[in-house]
């Protein structure tokens, strides 16, 4: 059976890359919510129940009472950005959150100043910030980074520390395997200060592994979806996960898909477009960064109906009569700010192949439908670190767009919303000291 975590021992460090609107939404969540002001809703870990033993056995259970997770009392937050705004300040211009629900964890806010980022502006054209780490090579900013978390930890007296992007999306890094494929080769590209394979984010994640701490990738850069850091993992007992935190349309994508696909009817297209006005919008509105998220938004659909498994169903449509059309949009559209506004239009067909026509119109809240996921990877990647569970953990695609999975093995990624909410349940019960079990509920 598998290992059962460890209980938490003193405090629990969280470091957010990224001082923005999901980061400071989160940390301000948090803090409210230790003082009895408010209520963390969309959290798994604070609020869903699952059931643990079977037949007469059974009991429902949240999950602080199945395993050991750190207290929220316990959780010192650190920051790093390219704007020197504090997290008090930077709250509020984010515009998320009202300032009554900000102003009573303004002291707490105002004493999370941002570190100097690791940062290349060729990795995010449109940011302007200079609080960044001046003339350093890729491997003078890991050394940095890592001093930092050594400093916080001593500062702060902490147990443990887990470091979450939450940083802007950076342009696209394809995986190259004589860079990204080895431990030493990465290793090597970033003492040559290769700038062209080592985004900045890799050096954050290298850091945090190095220093034993968990990386969470919220945004959907490539950097720990290669097989580099897959290694350094092991070598260091860590948890990482990734990639993109699965918050609007593609939550919805990926818990309707399978009505498509259990009913067995037919797809011929699913076109996505969405209109967002905040800092992330304006960064996304640059191609090179778009296509970052277009990979990951991709990619939920195509494992949830597969062409292969039903040519019928979902083998034509476009691409040579090959797949359904899939299509997704971001346009950057200032008045809606963080209010996100996605529409999908699915084309799908039924009996005899008559069509028919599917519309939804999610007027959500980014970075509130964020911050409980970042709650819930940044207590369960702490929890998995203590059960012993290093590299890729699966079990946290649930809350993610294109999760991280083995493809040098063959491996497939998980994206349907049910399956990853076994897989997350099994992990609980195991991490737990229960069996894993697929009965139905
Ligand atoms: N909100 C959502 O629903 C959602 C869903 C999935 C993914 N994401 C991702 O989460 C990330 C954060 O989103 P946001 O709305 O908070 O964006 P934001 O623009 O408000 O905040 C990102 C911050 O990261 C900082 N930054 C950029 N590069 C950095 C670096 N190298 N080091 C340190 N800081 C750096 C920027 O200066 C900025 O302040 C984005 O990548 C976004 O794509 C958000």
């Known amino acids: 059976m598998a290992e059962k975590a460890a209980k938490p021992n003193g405090k629990l460090g969280v470091m957010v890359v990224g001082n923005g609107a999901v980061a400071t939404t989160f940390m301000t969540g948090v803090l409210m919510t230790r003082k009895g002001l408010t209520k963390p809703v969309g959290s798994m870990c604070m609020y869903d129940k699952i059931r643990v033993g079977k037949g007469e056995d059974k009991k429902y259970l949240h999950y602080k009472d199945i395993v050991p997770l750190a207290d929220l009392n316990d959780i010192e937050f650190a920051t790093w950005d390219v704007y020197p705004a504090n997290a008090y300040e930077?709250?509020?211009?984010?515009?998320?959150?009202?300032?009554?629900?900000?102003?009573p964890v303004k002291e707490e806010l105002e004493a999370i100043k941002p570190m100097k980022a690791a940062f290349d502006k060729n990795y995010a054209k449109r940011l302007e910030g200079d609080n960044v780490m001046e003339g350093k090579t890729r491997w003078e900013m890991v050394e940095q980074l890592r001093e930092d978390i050594r400093n916080f930890k001593k500062e702060k007296g902490l147990d443990r520390v887990v470091v979450l992007w939450a940083a802007s999306t950076e342009v696209y890094v394809p995986v190259d395997e004589e860079v990204h494929g080895t431990l030493e080769a990465l290793e090597a590209a970033m003492k040559a200060d290769?700038?062209?394979?080592?985004?900045?984010?890799?050096?954050?994640?290298?850091?945090?592994?190095?220093e034993g701490a968990p990386f969470i990738m919220g945004a959907p850069n490539t950097t720990v979806d290669i097989p580099a850091m897959w290694?350094?993992?092991?070598?260091?007992?860590?948890?990482?996960?990734?990639?993109?935190?699965?918050?609007?349309?593609?939550?919805?994508?990926s818990g309707f898909a399978p009505i498509i696909g259990t009913r067995c009817l037919g797809l011929s297209g699913w076109f996505s477009t969405n209109i967002l006005g905040n800092r992330d919008g304006l960064v996304l509105d640059e191609p090179a960064n778009f296509r970052t998220k277009e990979v990951s938004k991709l990619s939920t659909l195509e494992s949830i109906l597969v062409p292969e498994n039903q040519p019928d169903l979902y083998g034509h449509g476009n691409d040579e009569d090959t797949q359904y059309y899939h299509k997704v949009r971001i346009n950057y559209y200032p008045p809606r700010n963080d209010n996100k506004e996605g529409w999908d239009n699915i084309d799908i067909f039924g009996w005899m192949g008559y069509p028919m026509q599917i519309k939804i119109n999610f007027l959500c809240r980014d970075s509130?439908?964020?911050?409980?996921?970042?709650?819930d990877l940044v207590l369960l990647s702490d929890l998995a670190a203590r059960a012993g569970r290093s590299g890729i953990q699966r079990f946290l695609s649930f809350f993610l767009k294109s999760p991280m999975h083995d493809y040098t093995k063959g491996e497939v990624p998980v994206n349907?919303?049910?399956?990853?909410?076994?897989?997350?349940?099994n992990a609980i019960r195991e991490m737990g000291g229960y069996e894993a079990d697929e009965e139905i509920d």
């Open 231 to 253: 290694e350094l993992a092991e070598q260091t007992g860590m948890p990482i996960a990734g990639k993109d935190f699965k918050t609007g349309q593609t939550l919805v994508k």
């Open 416 to 425: 349907h919303l049910f399956q990853q909410y076994v897989m997350l349940k």
């Open 368 to 375: 509130i439908l964020a911050a409980p996921l970042c709650l």
């Open 90 to 103: 930077s709250a509020i211009n984010a515009e998320v959150l009202k300032e009554k629900d900000i102003n």
């Open 194 to 210: 290769n700038k062209e394979k080592i985004a900045p984010s890799m050096c954050y994640a290298y850091a945090a592994l190095k």
